[in-house]
């Protein structure tokens, strides 16, 4: 199993990113999908989280109304438009499969390398 991301970057406050995260080694369009991030000295966090059919989606109190999961089961990859950053937006966001939880049954434990989100002016 794997995960790559990409999108990220140096953003001013106000500014918008969106994230794209490629998965393989799994039956992609089974499974619910979420992106997660994680500040420094703090606990990963569930950002945003989508069923497998784009049926369902939730957010963080934190980025909601700002944040948009979205994914396309054909390419294998889940994105999130992130519009109206904060400072407080800044992290290594990751994705993972699984719907508002892991399925490490599924993800083995695998993690991507992340991509780093800076909210700065």
């Known amino acids: 199993v794997q995960f790559v991301e990409s999108g990220g970057g140096l953003v001013q406050p106000g500014g918008s990113l969106t994230l794209s995260c490629e998965a393989s080694g799994f039956p992609f369009g089974v499974y619910g999908m979420s992106w997660y991030r994680q500040a420094p000295g703090k606990e990963r966090e569930l950002v945003a989280t989508?069923?497998?059919?784009?049926?369902?989606?939730e957010y963080a109190d934190s980025t909601k109304g700002r944040f948009t999961i979205s994914r396309d089961n054909t390419k294998k990859t889940v994105y999130l438009q992130m519009n109206s950053l904060k400072s407080e937006d800044t992290a290594v966001y990751f994705c993972n499969v699984g719907w508002k939880s892991l399925l490490t049954s599924v993800s083995g434990g695998s993690w991507g390398q992340g991509t780093q989100v800076t909210v700065s002016s």
């Open positions: 989508i069923t497998s059919g784009s049926g369902s989606r």
